[in-house]
């Protein structure tokens, strides 16, 4: 997911969902918790593998998903990934 899209979702997120990132550059995730701050909770993995097994759902990127999965698929969780 780029970093338009993740600040999209920060945005659209509730102020009690964490979003976890990862970034291989250190400037990108700094200028992301930076613009998001105060719109909700951002933490930094380490990589796409911790992310993976902390967060509790993941968005699904591909169309080839049924729609009916794409609609909302987080609501009720609290933690999502951007990878």
Known sequence: MGY????NLR????D??????????QEALDRFQTETQG???VEVVKNGFEAATRA???LPLSFVVPS???QNPCQKWQAY???
């Not at 945005?11 to 509730?14: H, I, T």
């Not at 009690?16 to 550059?25: A, G, R, Y």
Request: charged fraction near 20%; glycine fraction near 10%; include cysteine.
């Open 4 to 7: 338009p899209m993740a600040k």
């Open 11 to 14: 945005a659209g997120l509730g």
């Open 16 to 25: 009690d969902k964490l979003l976890l990132i990862c970034d291989v550059v």
């Open 39 to 41: 719109k909700g909770p």
């Open 56 to 58: 509790v759902c993941s």
């Open 68 to 70: 009916h999965h794409r």
């Open 81 to 83: 990934i951007i990878t």
